[in-house]
């Protein structure tokens, strides 16, 4: 390679460096102007706790019943994470940032949704999930734990009715594939690496409490003709990966027709909680924003600090 085109290619390296400082810095000044702590949004039904967990993690509270969705609270960095023959849940992580639930609702089983549930699991919290959920907990000793979820029946949670609707994973490499698809299928918690928490059936998670609705999408795809249960208060809508699904917007928001949207599964999970928040390589905030309020002016858009509860009016 001659000088001029060595320095042509760090050239172009800079300015795609710049461009992504850039377009991260416009997303965070979005994620600020957005930020419901700060505007009062979403608006929720009284009593209700929301608190984002940071990827698709979310912990709902009423009347002293505690729900988790998605729990991850067990960040390593990428290198640790893809290098280590068996990832496990960090306990004293877990029982220090996760409180005990009623229930642990699971929408699929790769590593960032369901490392810590088999942690909760041995600590009594009751799962629902798939079947690679169930596998997952048995390879633990914890098969009793896990109950299976039912889209033709509905689950009474003290003030919350949750219905798991069947959905589907973006396809996160390069549009073409499921990361880790499949069902479950190792045999040895030595062996339980990140690649091994397979994605198995991929669930939506509908929740009604207190005359609201609530509708947790936990990958940036959908099963339109699964979905029949009207429009939602309240859709948390993961953004990973949905510049790989085919008219993702447009698909969603009609489907669901949300009064509110929150965007979550932005952030870079392989940062721990107690650092700033950073943002998922290949994310558009920005991007995402422009695109939804495109299709629909009138809706509302709240974003939120993970580990920071949101109240009604607060």
């Known amino acids: 390679m001659s000088a001029v085109d060595l320095l042509a290619r760090r050239l172009e390296s800079l300015m795609q460096r710049r461009e992504q400082g850039r377009a991260a810095s416009l997303d965070h000044s979005v994620l600020a102007d957005l930020d419901a702590h700060r505007r009062g949004r979403p608006h929720l039904p009284d009593g209700l706790v929301l608190e984002w967990l940071g990827t698709a993690g979310f912990?709902?509270?009423?009347?002293?019943?505690?729900?988790?969705i998605d729990p991850f609270v067990t960040r390593r960095s990428l290198g640790a994470t893809l290098t280590s023959p068996a990832v496990h849940a960090d306990a004293e992580l877990v029982a220090r940032l996760l409180p005990a639930a009623d229930a642990v609702l699971v929408g699929h089983c790769h590593f960032d949704h369901a490392i810590?549930?088999?942690e909760l699991a041995r600590r009594g919290d009751r799962v629902i999930g798939s079947t690679a959920v169930r596998d997952l907990l048995a390879l633990h000793g914890l098969a009793d734990r896990a109950e299976l979820a039912d889209p033709?029946?509905?689950?009474?949670v003290g003030p919350f009715t949750i219905r798991f609707v069947p959905s589907r994973h973006s396809k996160l490499l390069l549009g073409l594939a499921v990361p880790s698809d499949g069902e479950f299928t190792c045999d040895s918690l030595d062996s339980l690496s990140s690649s091994s928490y397979r994605c198995g059936q991929v669930y939506g998670i509908h929740?009604?409490?207190?005359?609201?609705?609530?509708?947790?999408?936990?990958?940036a795809d959908l099963v339109e003709d699964e979905y029949d249960l009207g429009p939602v208060d309240l859709l948390l809508c993961c953004i990973a990966g949905r510049?790989?699904?085919r008219d993702f917007e447009q698909r969603?928001?009609?489907?669901?027709?949300?009064?509110?949207?929150?965007?979550h599964h932005l952030d870079d999970f392989f940062r721990p909680l107690d650092e700033p928040l950073g943002l998922s390589f290949n994310i558009s905030v920005a991007r995402f924003v422009?695109?939804?309020l495109a299709i629909d002016p009138a809706i509302e858009l709240a974003t939120m600090v993970p580990m920071r509860p949101l109240r009604s009016g607060t």
């Open 59 to 68: 912990r709902l509270e009423m009347d002293g019943t505690t729900l988790l």
């Open 116 to 118: 810590d549930v088999p």
């Open 152 to 156: 033709s029946r509905p689950v009474e």
């Open 207 to 219: 929740i009604e409490v207190a005359g609201h609705t609530i509708y947790h999408l936990g990958s």
């Open 243 to 245: 510049s790989m699904t």
């Open 252 to 263: 969603m928001l009609s489907t669901f027709r949300p009064a509110t949207l929150v965007p």
């Open 290 to 292: 422009e695109d939804v």
